[in-house]
């Protein structure tokens, strides 16, 4: 089976510009979850989605948004792009349970913002 | 929400060494896994542990839910072991979302 992709892999923007972000899960998976990554907040719960609905969501402000689509495919978005969103998003799949399950996370996506 | 505390924060080892990483979890949980993170970023899932104690080669992991702690056990250490070490748990029944600890650096030189 195929693992869970993420592209772009590396993407430089500049502050005030908006983002999409996109996720494949792993075959068969329902469950997608983002983190963010910085070397000072460490890994943070950005927002998770099952069958396209948002089931839980982290404390990030409403610049961050995201969507899953039939085929379980999700995309993140942030708008209004501040130096402070670099980071490295990662994306992770589940078949989505109940119960909680492994989650195996795609290679990331690294954002610069300049 | 729940705190994940893990320790040491580095360790240093020479290849051929064992060694103990910590997680302490401040709740009950139903969710813990252990990964590690290598120098390109990717994540890799190293063990679904929520209680109970599981064996991979030379990797093992014991958590003991009752006590709030899991332990993972790293023997005859490679280079290739190196990298940062994750911690993650998460509470509720319908949903996947992990906390993850602030990592455990390991750098194993020949």
């Known amino acids: 089976k195929a693992g869970v992709t993420q592209t772009p892999r590396y993407l430089i923007k500049t502050r005030g510009q908006q983002v999409t972000l996109s996720c494949s899960p792993i075959s068969g998976h329902r469950s997608v979850s983002w983190y963010q990554q910085t070397p000072g907040q460490g890994l943070q719960f950005l927002f998770e989605y099952f069958s396209e609905t948002q089931r839980n969501k982290g404390n990030f402000p409403g610049r961050f948004s995201g969507r899953q689509f039939s085929n379980s495919r999700s995309e993140m978005n942030v708008s209004t792009l501040e130096l402070g969103d670099s980071a490295l998003y990662l994306c992770?799949?589940?078949?989505?349970?109940?119960?909680?399950?492994?989650?195996?996370f795609g290679p990331g996506t690294r954002l610069t913002v300049l | 929400g729940i705190q994940v505390e893990q320790s040491p924060p580095d360790l240093i080892l020479q290849e051929g060494a064992n060694s103990t990483l910590r997680c302490n979890f401040s709740?009950?949980?139903?969710?813990l896994q252990w990964f590690h993170q290598n120098p390109w970023g990717q994540l890799i899932n190293l063990f679904y542990?929520?209680?109970g104690t599981k064996q991979n080669g030379r990797l093992s992991a014991t958590t003991v839910a009752t006590e709030r702690y899991s332990l993972l056990y790293i023997s005859s250490s490679q280079t290739t072991d190196s990298g940062v070490y994750f911690c993650a748990v998460g509470r509720g029944w319908n949903t996947d979302k992990l906390i993850f600890g602030t990592g455990t650096r390991l750098q194993v030189f020949p």
């Open positions: 709740d009950s949980v139903n969710n």
């Open positions: 542990i929520p209680s």
């Open positions: 992770a799949s589940t078949p989505g349970g109940p119960p909680p399950d492994t989650q195996y």
